[in-house]
């Protein structure tokens, strides 16, 4: 049961990512969406096949192959702007191509299913700060997540600056916002993290694409939960759990509920498997 658990589950999950890549590349009839998310889908798919195998850096293995995927090849190379600009021009221009695509899939519709599995295993940004020495919190969490609305708007203002002002080479521009939105990303993620002792205080507080993914993963299919006859509310789940999340309650009004990175910590670390 466990070797057909550990197969099956991978299988259907590429089968999903598969199923977006083939209509992508038939509606559009741009192969590369075929190349982009079968490429994701197997990455994925890896990453979960080894970590029902308990191995112990499945996720980080996916946070390589999809982050540094999307930030050198699609953003470096091909220079697309993937970060929350990039959407913003794309959405202006009326053109339902390489951001707009990205976000309606990981970020808008998806959580829906996968909540904010993308913050866990394909966020560039959160894939350098998850190696820097602050895993679990030293302390509550500070009320500043107020600031993810105003760098969401920021973004949104510069963008729209640009149309407005029908500045030329708005696609130059975007290239050149993509690296210096990343070089202060990593930037404040890095002071951040330092200055509250958490490696996920930029997610928690700064990162704007966190309004988009938020309201959605609280409808999120894919959830963890507490099986209440096994639980002996030992509180090891939350001092594990990156992101404050209250695992030991199902509700979906949990504390910090909609911020779970399903990262599996609560899982791997609960003493009586009630996770």
Same mark, same amino acid.
């Given at each position: 049961m466990r070797r057909s658990k550990t197969l099956l589950v991978p299988i259907l999950i590429l089968l999903v990512f598969e199923a977006v890549a083939v209509t992508l590349w038939l509606t559009k009839g741009n192969l590369f969406y075929l190349f982009n998310f079968t490429y994701i889908g197997v990455s994925v798919a890896l990453g979960v096949f080894l970590m029902l195998r308990k191995y112990k850096h499945a996720r980080r293995i %996916?946070?390589?192959? %999809?982050?540094? &995927?999307?930030?050198? &090849?699609l953003g470096l190379i091909c220079g697309e702007n993937m970060q929350l600009e990039g959407f913003w021009y794309y959405l202006f221009t009326g053109v339902f191509e390489a951001a707009t695509i990205h976000y309606a899939v990981a970020k808008i519709f998806g959580p829906l299913l996968f909540g904010r599995g993308w913050c866990g295993y394909a966020c560039w940004t959160a894939m350098l700060l998850d190696f820097l020495p602050f895993k679990t919190p030293a302390g509550p969490r500070k009320k500043l997540g107020w600031i993810r609305y105003i760098t969401f708007?920021?973004?949104?203002v510069f963008v729209a600056a640009l149309f407005l002002a029908k500045v030329g080479n708005i696609e130059r521009i975007m290239f050149w916002a993509f690296i210096a939105g990343n070089v202060l990303y990593y930037g404040t993620g890095i002071i951040l993290a330092f200055v509250f002792k958490d490696n996920r205080a930029f997610c928690k507080y700064i990162c704007p694409v966190t309004v988009f993914l938020k309201p959605m993963s609280y409808f999120s299919?894919?959830?963890?939960?507490c099986d209440r006859d096994k639980c002996v509310n030992c509180g090891k789940c939350k001092? %594990?759990?990156?992101? =404050?999340? =209250?695992?030991t309650d199902n509700s979906r009004r949990r504390k910090n509920g909609t911020e779970c990175i399903l990262c599996m910590e609560c899982v791997k670390n609960c003493p009586k498997d009630a996770l």
């Open positions: %996916v946070q390589l192959l %999809v982050g540094l &995927y999307m930030l050198v &090849y708007a920021a973004s949104l299919l894919i959830r963890v939960k001092r %594990v759990c990156p992101m =404050d999340v =209250d695992m």
